[in-house]
């Protein structure tokens, strides 16, 4: 039976990319996530800010700042708590280039064109095998267009994938009135592939303290959904990789997520639950229900059901919605 996948035109082992987390900052945690079956493994993000602070060399002007209200105190991190600081985070790609044989993905985080990413280069010379690009951002501006907002990021897209020679995945939210031309404007400016989707964290509300805190909540399998739905419509139009990340927990996710599209199948948060095991589990069931329903590769089960190739396309559409609500009775 043939795992193998081809993501980002990297020869993968298998689907399972370990995505974006805290288990790239050990390198006996990552050893584990190999030996578990990771194919590949998506490094914590490098952050806009933490470049760009960096690089103006103003790190007591901006912690002066940030110390101006209890809004900025409460949300954003000294300089000194990220996990990872820009020297370092290339450090830690060659340490986890030369201790481990599966792919390393490197990842930046931004939304701004800027200086902050010439480090996608620095990335490919510290030995990354490709670069994920994860287009964070929470518009609240209403002045602010929508076309300007996806022109800027178009603009960050290339920059970033005209710096190197290495693949650059883009990592994007659910929130574009049209996601389909989207993604292929995102293909035009160089990516290699897109991952569905990002997980904004909400905040909730204290109504004894009137304040607003963070909370950060691991996924659940339900989120799984959009994504699967997103996959299958983009799949028949993508000329790169599809990846998607956020509620898979099972095989039975790994299997959907294949089905609809991916090429790539990330997980994080049932590895923060259970530990690095897991990956073995999802691969077994993989494997399993290939040979129950005679697959012999990963490649001749994707797309089954995307929206060219499944039996009813209606269902990804309107009908869908319109029969689940006249579906209720009471």
């Given at each position: ?51 760009e602070q960096e690089q103006r060399s103003l790190l007591h002007h901006t912690e002066a700042a940030t110390e ?93 994938t005209s710096a190197v020679k290495i693949p650059v995945a883009v990592k994007i939210s659910p929130f574009h ?68 990340t956020g509620g898979v927990h099972s095989a039975e996710g790994v299997i959907k997520s294949i089905l609809a ?70």
């Amino acid at each position: 039976m043939n795992l193998e996948v081809n993501y980002l035109g990297l020869k993968l082992s298998n689907p399972l990319i370990v995505g974006a987390s805290p288990y790239c900052d050990d390198l006996y945690a990552a050893r584990k996530l190999q030996d578990a079956g990771a194919a590949a493994i998506v490094m914590r993000s490098l952050f806009e800010e933490q470049v760009e602070q960096e690089q103006r060399s103003l790190l007591h002007h901006t912690e002066a700042a940030t110390e101006s209200t209890s809004e900025a105190l409460s949300y954003f991190p000294a300089f000194e708590e990220y996990q990872l600081l820009p020297d370092e985070y290339l450090r830690q790609i060659e340490r986890l280039r030369k201790a481990l044989n599966v792919p390393i993905i490197a990842s930046l985080n931004g939304c701004h064109p800027g200086g902050w990413t010439n480090y996608a280069a620095r990335f490919e010379a510290a030995g990354a095998n490709a670069v994920e690009l994860n287009l964070y951002q929470l518009v609240t501006d209403p002045k602010l267009r929508a076309d300007e907002v996806e022109a800027d990021m178009l603009e960050t897209v290339s920059s970033v994938t005209s710096a190197v020679k290495i693949p650059v995945a883009v990592k994007i939210s659910p929130f574009h009135s049209a996601l389909a031309q989207f993604v292929s404007a995102l293909e035009e400016a160089g990516a290699a592939g897109v991952v569905l989707f990002n997980r904004f964290y909400q905040p909730d509300f204290n109504i004894e303290e009137l304040e607003v805190e963070p909370q950060l909540k691991l996924s659940v399998p339900s989120e799984l959904l959009l994504r699967l739905r997103w996959l299958a419509i983009l799949s028949p139009h993508m000329r790169g990789s599809l990846a998607v990340t956020g509620g898979v927990h099972s095989a039975e996710g790994v299997i959907k997520s294949i089905l609809a599209g991916a090429h790539g199948v990330q997980v994080v948060s049932v590895l923060l639950r259970h530990g690095p095991n897991v990956l073995s589990s999802l691969l077994e069931g993989l494997r399993r229900w290939m040979a129950d329903h005679e697959y012999t590769s990963v490649d001749q089960l994707r797309g089954v059901l995307d929206l060219r190739r499944c039996p009813n396309p209606a269902a990804y559409e309107r009908a869908n919605y319109q029969r689940m609500l006249q579906s209720w009775r009471v």
